[in-house]
Every structure is written in C-alpha cells, then in structure tokens.
T-cell receptor, first 116, second 116 residues
Framework: AQSVTQPDIHITVSEGASLELRCNYS??????LFWYVQSPGQGLQLLLK??????LVQGIKGFEAEFKRSQSSFNLRKPSVHWSDAAEYFC??????????????FGTGTLLAVQP | KAGVTQTPRYLIKTRGQQVTLSCSPI?????VSWYQQTPGQGLQFLFE???????NKGNFPGRFSGRQFSNSRSEMNVSTLELGDSALYLC???????????????FGPGTRLTVL
C-alpha cells in the first residue's frame, strides 16, 4: 500500500539558516510527489511537485526538492529560512483510479518553527 | 480567479445529528476531492467526484457521503455524528480527473466541524 513518512514531527531553525525536511514514500510505480504548506487556519498551498524528468524540482517561495528513487525520498530544502516560513509542511504521494493526482496520501506533517 | 470556497467555515453539532458541508471549486474545475484532517489521523482522503460521479473513495464508513452537482459544486454529508468526526474538512478542486502533471489540486480553507 502507498504511504508517506515524515520522520520529523517538529523542527526549529534560526532565521537565515538552511532547512531540509525529510520525506520517504512507499509506492509501487513511479510516484507523483508533492509538498504542501499549511499556515494556521488556512488550507493547503502547493509548494512544488514531481512527476517525471529532472529530479531536482523548483517551487514557490524559494523551496526546492530532490527526488531520489534509490532512497525513496523527496526531501524539501530551502537555503535561507524566513520567519514567514513558519508553518506545517506536508509531503504527499498521488494515487487513485483514473490518474495519480486524484487521491493524495499525506504524511503526518512537519511543524516548522523559526527563531529570530 | 476566485479560489476554492467552503461553507460554512465553522460548525458546531451534537452527537447523533447530521451535517452538510459545501464546496465551490475554482471556476472551470470539474474534479472535487474531500479530505478530513485530525490531529490523530492527519490528512485522510474521503472521496473524489468528477462530472457528478464518484471516482475514488477512501476508507471511511458509509455515514460519510458526498455528491456533485452539474455546476461542479460539491457537498459532503455526515450522518449520525460521532465525537471522532470533529475535524477540519478540506475540499480541493482541479481541472480534470487525470494524471496529467498540470492537473494540480487546489485546496480551500476548510470547514472546522466540532461535535459535542
């Protein structure tokens, strides 16, 4: 069965420091992978997605993620964190009948705190 | 272009009652999905509708049901509410129901349901 694991429940970084959020997936075929961000009281905003091709994917707000098939990982990175990046981050794999974006299986999320 | 809208934003019900939540997708989007978000279970897929037909379904009891109208607006209904149904219910829309890399899910702000 498809699944997504985010090993870090909570991460604290200093403003200006680099960030890496980990995501491991389990999926039988070529995965469609996503990172979403959720601010308090808000819905989910798509940061970036991987479907095929270049394994390094660029997203919004300066985020990037690298797909590593050998490690079943899709880690999210940002070179310099801003205070406004404090939020909860979710990794997801696409699945479902009719197309692999019709049903998203989410990880448990990583809550990011940013210290001044 | 307006985003995904969900009504109401907040709802309080008592055990045994039923509730209906509404979702209006982005204009032109024909696929609507519903997710339940709780602290204990995280984000879980409920169901997906496309062209008024349910195409994908998650592992939820029959008390959870949904429908989609000809204008792509969707409703989900929960009957005989239980305390464990307290959650943030998120709706997401996308253009079609395919696996295309351009077919991205956009989420609404959610409806916060509290069951007393």
């Amino acid at each position: 069965a498809q699944s997504v694991t985010q090993p870090d429940i909570h991460i604290t970084v200093s403003e200006g420091a680099s960030l890496e959020l980990r995501c491991n997936y389990s999926y039988g075929a070529t995965p469609y992978l996503f990172w979403y961000v959720q601010s308090p009281g808000q819905g989910l905003q798509l940061l970036l997605k991987y479907f095929s091709g270049d394994t390094l994917v660029q997203g919004i707000k300066g985020f990037e993620a690298e797909f590593k098939r050998s490690q079943s990982s899709f880690n999210l990175r940002k070179p310099s964190v801003h205070w406004s990046d404090a939020a909860e981050y979710f990794c997801a794999v696409g699945a479902g009948y009719g197309g692999a974006t019709n049903k998203l299986i989410f990880g448990t999320g990583t809550l990011l705190a940013v210290q001044p | 272009k307006a985003g995904v809208t969900q009504t109401p934003r907040y709802l309080i019900k008592t055990r045994g009652q039923q509730v209906t939540l509404s979702c209006s997708p982005i204009s032109g989007h024909r696929s609507v999905s519903w997710y339940q978000q709780t602290p204990g279970q995280g984000l879980q897929f409920l169901f997906e509708y496309f062209s008024e037909t349910q195409r994908n379904k998650g592992n939820f009891p029959g008390r959870f049901s949904g429908r989609q109208f000809s204008n792509s607006r969707s409703e989900m209904n929960v009957s005989t509410l239980e305390l464990g149904d307290s959650a943030l219910y998120l709706c997401a829309s996308k253009l079609r129901s395919t696996g295309s890399s351009t077919d991205t899910q956009y989420f609404g702000p959610g409806t916060r349901l509290t069951v007393l």
